[in-house]
Nanobody
Framework: QVQLVESGGGLVQAGGSLRLSCAAS????????MGWYRQAAGKQRELVAT???????NYADSVTGRFTISRDNAKNTVYLQMNSLKPEDTAVYYC??????????????????WGQGTQVTVSS
């Protein structure tokens, strides 16, 4: 069974920093994309950042320049360094892994795995 275990969420003042970690285990394709999504209260889940197995990154416009995603392929772990946090960043953050777009498994929802979510709260 695939499992994603997150850590690092919490309460921080505006302008502060947090570092989220997510360790993946189970039968996960070595070429999987890993990333972070977030969902604020009453809103839809949105993409925050993704990173490919080769290190290519993609960020939401709202976090570009403030957040940095990275991964350690040997440890199957993905990180999200969040700097200059704003109250608007308050949300539940979810770790994700899924097949790359080039994979035949990309469009299968069951191959998109999610962590349990970790709360990030930024006070003004």
């Amino acid at each position: 069974q695939v499992q994603l275990v997150e850590s690092g969420g919490g309460l921080v003042q505006a302008g502060g920093s947090l570092r989220l970690s997510c360790a993946a285990s189970g039968n996960i394709f070595s070429g999987n994309v890993m990333g972070w999504y977030r969902q604020a209260a009453g809103k839809q889940r949105e993409l925050v950042a993704t990173i490919t197995s080769g290190g290519t990154t993609n960020y939401a416009d709202s976090v570009t320049g403030r957040f940095t995603i990275s991964r350690d392929n040997a440890k199957n772990t993905v990180y999200l360094q969040m700097n200059s946090l704003k109250p608007e960043d308050t949300a539940v953050y979810y770790c994700n892994t899924h097949p790359p777009p080039s994979s035949v498994f990309y469009n299968t929802n069951s191959n998109w795995y999610w962590g349990q979510g970790t709360q990030v709260t930024v006070s003004s």
